[in-house]
Nanobody, 124 residues
């Protein structure tokens, strides 16, 4: 069973920056996609950004141009650099890691792991 640990959340003023980190350990298979999701009080958990093992990235429209996701595959670590934070960015941010097995001609999903979340609070 994989262990997913996020860090870097905290309190920041609007317009400020934070950098989140997430480390995945103990996964029995290759981690092929890592990403960040967020959930504000009373709302559903939404995608923020994802990055594949080939470094292809995807962002929610609300964060494009302000957030940047990156990864260190050798360390199974993913980062989220968040700039120009707004009140609407306040949420619990969750790290997600998807594991897969290469069958010879395709990747087969083999696990979906979540962290406990890290709180991001933005003050005006």
């Amino acid at each position: 069973q994989a262990h997913v640990v996020e860090s870097g959340g905290g309190l920041v003023q609007a317009g400020g920056s934070l950098r989140l980190s997430c480390v995945v350990s103990g996964a029995p298979y290759s981690i092929v996609t890592m990403g960040w999701y967020r959930q504000a009080p009373g709302k559903q958990r939404d995608l923020v950004a994802t990055i594949t093992h080939g470094d292809s990235t995807d962002y929610a429209d609300a964060v494009k141009g302000r957030f940047e996701i990156s990864r260190d595959s050798a360390k199974n670590t993913v980062y989220l650099q968040m700039n120009s934070l707004t009140l609407e960015d306040a949420a619990v941010y969750y790290c997600n890691a998807k594991a897969a097995v290469w069958t010879g001609d395709r990747w087969l999903g083999a696990g979906d792991y979540w962290g406990q979340g890290t709180q991001v609070t933005v003050s005006s």
